[in-house]
């Protein structure tokens, strides 16, 4: 490797240009195709709706019109499309409020951090955490389902239970 006290300050310029190009170049498509990229996040949720086969966490399923009874909202759809494989055994493995003792709560903080962020369920405040410490309990975090996380869990049940009268038939 050459001593950087012996290069020229042309070498030091045609260095610098080049760890510079391709940052620049890199901007100025996402500059460039940004219109385009946007206009396909916002018919990402469509596109799904009118899709007959449906992927979450890379499992894909292809359904019927008739084999869903319910049709999920656009609300259901963009939160599925975001929803990764632990996500959906989360939503699956509980439809209802779960809490954590103090000194637990990092874990279940971690394990419903997506749900949180996606609005299928809420954190439970610290307010209403005090008023269920009264009883006899020390929880330090709590998580309830919110009205689109139900919706949810009732489409995936629903999806599932599609999926299972299907193996039947084969």
Request: glycine share 6%; proline share 4%; hydrophobic share 40%.
């Amino acid at each position: 490797m050459a001593d950087n006290s012996s290069k020229t300050r042309y070498e030091i310029t045609v260095e610098l240009i080049k760890a510079l190009l391709w940052p620049t170049i890199a901007i100025f498509i996402l500059i460039l195709f940004w219109q385009p990229l946007r206009l396909v996040a916002d018919q990402l949720p469509n596109i799904v709706s009118r899709s007959e086969t449906i992927t979450i966490s890379g499992l894909s399923i292809k359904i019927r019109n008739s084999d869903i009874v319910q049709k999920p909202s656009d609300s259901v759809k963009t939160a599925l499309a975001s929803l990764s494989a632990d996500g959906v055994k989360t939503m699956l493995n509980n439809s209802n409020g779960v809490y954590w003792n103090v000194g637990d709560e990092s874990f279940g903080r971690k394990q419903y951090a997506e749900l949180i962020k996606l609005g299928l369920y809420r954190e439970v405040p610290p307010k209403e955490l005090q008023e269920r410490n009264k009883q006899n309990k020390n929880y330090g975090f709590g998580a309830e389902v919110t009205p689109l996380g139900i919706e949810t869990n009732q489409f995936l049940i629903q999806l599932v239970a599609g999926f299972v009268q299907e193996l039947k038939d084969v």
